[in-house]
């Protein structure tokens, strides 16, 4: 069905995704269009929330929920009695956060820890998540209690029958006087490969049909954390050659006392599995981060890498056991998984470390890039889930008002390195829905970026089609923009189909993900707050008219806007008042949520589906502010919301 609108002197062609009257400008739902709302009502489910740190130490900054499952911000502060500056987003629900453990009230919007006493940035232990990685300043082990706790590795079959292997971990013995096996692969006394301890000894042996083995009086400290080697190596001319025992990373093997020939090649081990303690002597106290190689590694290279984490897959590299799960009865072969291994007593226990693989002065367990030194830490936007965007495509008249127009999901990953400059930016757009004709763009603007951003930047990933666009051709940034415009898809129709997801009974369309990447490398450098992607302004321009382009309540529009359509049909935008794209009973025409939204049908209203919506806006947000997540009894009718599979 066809609608002609006259916009002063423009004549407009319009074809409507969800007009079922002539009569467009009274299609909103009963109850919705007497909504009673205040002034100064805006509309968000988030807000932005500007915090001020001073620190005097250099330390890492983190910010989660209060829950410490959701983390808003992770960075480096410089110390040095400088002022770490952060802004962030979170759901209105949220009135308090954690500061590195430390909770703190945000309701005002403002959190100003420059005139408190300083934090302990040191004494942090927080433990969250983040894009399914452990966020923490702590680290999984095994407990071993010294009865019958041990792990099964599996039947190591680079052990049976060949001339070099080297066996590493990491251990915590609790009584260094005790008879207990470290690691063992056993056929009999005569063909093992076995580290134990026995009255203050150390026995490492490698028989193959005699008993053969180095000893040292025990080095291993009373409830200390060490590294071990042992590093086989037959083709070596003298016992010395042929067995190596390396302790905490130094270079240098320790010198063993030989009984019997160390063999040229372990024989006999066939079938038989390698064990972490066993019931015949348990272990008592800790081990973690145990590889196994194929090859003889010399000192140097142990001390390269025993106290870092390291790449799967290495090479030479054959089975890797970190123990990260800290649940369950199983610790993953990252290598291959060829030796996931059973545990069975052994318990998970959280400790400190202080790794640093790359080098980049971030530890290891807060280093979301521990192998690489040029970046160090994830922080997204929303923090929490997937964000979505809803929109009417009508404006400036009303439809339907059931906010399926255009359902666009959305997050963004800012990748900083350890000095809290930002390397890259990635924006990952999820079309789920189109429920408008109209051949609708989709882009958004940064209006609080810095100016460098404008010239300095690269994108790349977006989905331009139409034509109806022109982009830079260095930056691809849109042209004739005061502020950056990334434009991620000018044609939603062309990507998903008209309608799609918004009409039951029609076949479900996957989702199309556009992933948009924002590289800096040529400029800069550049920190997060130089991108302000906390107070983004998405927009749709509609059907290939890039003038007409429709925001969030009150956000303003982009350079390239034309004005003639503020003030016409049902729209009351006052420019002089920075009032935009609000109606005369200040209702909006798209809805921004933090998180994945229940979108309804196609011409059912979000009134007549979300049943506190509008009690929740008349109520200033006080009433009813989790009208759009929860599904308790009473609010939402749930016949109304479009059946996502």
């Known amino acids: 069905m066809k609608y002609i609108f006259t916009l002063g002197l423009l004549s407009l062609l319009v074809v409507s995704g969800c007009n079922k009257s002539t009569k467009i400008d009274k299609e909103i739902s009963t109850g919705f269009e007497s909504m009673q709302i205040s002034k100064n009502f805006d509309w968000r489910m988030s807000r932005t929330v500007d915090i001020s740190i001073y620190n005097e130490v250099e330390a890492i900054v983190n910010i989660t929920s209060i829950d410490q499952l959701h983390v808003y911000h992770k960075g480096n502060h410089p110390g040095n009695k400088e002022y770490y500056y952060i802004k962030i987003s979170v759901p209105n629900t949220i009135n308090s956060l954690l500061v590195n453990g430390i909770e703190y009230d945000i309701a005002s919007g403002q959190l100003d820890l420059t005139k408190v006493q300083q934090i302990d940035m040191a004494a942090s232990h927080i433990v969250g998540s983040m894009s399914d990685r452990e966020v923490t300043l702590t680290n999984y082990a095994l407990s071993f209690d010294g009865t019958n706790d041990y792990v099964d590795l599996g039947d190591i079959t680079e052990l049976n029958?060949?001339?070099?292997?080297?066996?590493?971990?990491?251990?915590?013995?609790?009584?260094?006087?005790?008879?207990?096996?470290?690691?063992?692969?056993?056929?009999?006394?005569?063909?093992?490969?076995?580290?134990?301890?026995?009255?203050?000894?150390?026995?490492?042996?490698?028989?193959?049909?005699?008993?053969?083995?180095?000893?040292?009086?025990?080095?291993?400290?009373?409830?200390?954390?060490?590294?071990?080697?042992?590093?086989?190596?037959?083709?070596?001319?003298?016992?010395?050659?042929?067995?190596?025992?390396?302790?905490?990373?130094?270079?240098?093997?320790?010198?063993?006392?030989?009984?019997?020939?160390?063999?040229?090649?372990?024989?006999?081990?066939?079938?038989?599995?390698?064990?972490?303690?066993?019931?015949?002597?348990?272990?008592?106290?800790?081990?973690?981060?145990?590889?196994?190689?194929d090859v003889a590694r010399t000192g140097v290279q142990i001390n390269a890498s025993y106290n870092k984490i390291i790449a799967s897959p290495t090479t030479n590299l054959i089975a890797n056991w970190r123990m990260e799960e800290g649940t369950g009865t199983t610790t993953a072969d990252e290598i291959s998984s060829n030796y996931d291994a059973t545990i069975s007593g052994a318990t998970w226990y959280l400790f400190s470390n202080s790794w640093d693989s790359d080098g980049d002065g971030v530890n290891d367990l807060t280093d979301d890039y521990p192998l690489d030194a040029t970046r160090a830490f994830d922080n997204y936007f929303p923090a929490a889930d997937t964000g979505t965007l809803v929109y009417e495509d009508i404006w400036p008249c009303f439809g339907d008002y059931d906010f399926n127009d255009l359902v666009m999901g959305y997050r963004f990953q800012t990748v900083t390195n350890a000095s809290n400059e930002v390397v890259e930016i990635f924006g990952t757009f999820i079309t789920r829905a189109n429920g408008a004709i109209l051949e609708n763009g989709f882009g958004f603007e940064l209006p609080d970026a810095v100016a460098g951003v404008l010239t300095n930047v690269e994108v790349s990933g977006y989905s331009h089609t139409m034509g109806s666009i022109t982009i830079d051709g260095t930056t691809k940034l849109e042209t004739g923009q005061t502020n950056p415009v990334v434009i991620v898809v000018d044609g939603v129709n062309d990507i998903i189909g008209s309608y799609s997801n918004t009409l039951t009974g029609w076949p479900y369309i996957t989702p199309v993900v556009t992933t948009i990447t924002i590289d800096v490398t040529g400029g800069g450098p550049f920190i997060a707050g130089d991108f302000s992607l906390a107070t983004w302004?998405?927009?749709?321009?509609?059907?290939?008219?890039?003038?007409?382009?429709?925001?969030?309540?009150?956000f303003a529009p982009t350079d390239l806007v034309n004005s003639g359509y503020f003030g016409e049909c049902s729209d009351s935008t006052v420019v002089l008042s920075s009032e935009y794209y609000r109606s005369a009973t200040r209702l909006p025409w798209a809805l921004d949520f933090p998180v994945q939204f229940d979108y309804p049908k196609e011409t059912v209203s979000i009134s007549d589906t979300y049943l506190h919506f509008v009690a929740w806006a008349e109520s200033d947000k006080v009433l009813f502010t989790d009208w759009y997540t929860s599904t308790a009894l009473g609010y939402r009718n749930a016949s109304n919301i479009y059946p996502v599979p």
């Open 161 to 293: 029958s060949v001339a070099a292997f080297t066996v590493e971990g990491w251990l915590n013995q609790t009584d260094v006087t005790a008879t207990e096996d470290i690691f063992t692969k056993v056929n009999d006394g005569d063909n093992d490969i076995r580290v134990r301890t026995d009255a203050s000894t150390l026995y490492i042996e490698v028989g193959s049909g005699s008993d053969a083995y180095g000893s040292v009086t025990t080095p291993f400290s009373n409830t200390t954390w060490h590294h071990w080697a042992i590093v086989y190596d037959g083709v070596g001319g003298t016992d010395a050659d042929r067995l190596k025992l390396y302790i905490d990373g130094v270079a240098t093997p320790i010198v063993l006392a030989f009984t019997g020939t160390i063999p040229a090649t372990t024989a006999g081990l066939s079938t038989y599995d390698a064990y972490l303690s066993t019931i015949v002597n348990p272990f008592t106290g800790y081990m973690d981060e145990v590889r196994i190689w």
């Open 537 to 554: 302004n998405p927009f749709l321009y509609i059907h290939q008219v890039r003038g007409h382009e429709l925001h969030l309540y009150d």
